[in-house]
């Protein structure tokens, strides 16, 4: 299996997220699908997994996690003992007053 192949048994569940958050019938992930989210997945022996630019879905029928990245495959791991924290990435302008910068210096 490729990198970037899924699975038949996580072909629905990517069908249905595609639906959900871009609107649209496809059965495979485009760049912009992954957006300003990482996934950090946390295991019970206090390991961990971060990955950027991804997404995860949780199948619990299978009792699977997958972590979609953009850049570094697909991932599909046992669910039991998981930790998932996703992260959005949020960016802001905070303007600088001059008159600090110069008290700076």
Do not use: K
């Amino acid at each position: 299996m490729n990198p970037h192949e899924i699975p038949a048994r996580w072909m629905e569940a990517v069908r249905q997220h595609v639906r959900d958050t871009r609107g649209e019938e496809r059965g495979h992930l485009l760049a912009y699908d992954f957006g300003d989210t990482s996934v950090r997945l946390a295991f019970e022996d206090g390991s961990y997994a971060f990955f950027r630019d991804a997404f995860c879905l949780r199948d619990e029928a299978l009792r699977e996690v997958a972590v979609f990245t953009e850049h570094c495959g697909y991932y599909f791991l046992a669910s039991d003992g998981v930790e998932v924290e996703v992260l959005e990435t949020v960016s802001h302008h905070v303007p600088v007053d001059e008159y600090e910068l110069a008290a700076d210096e």
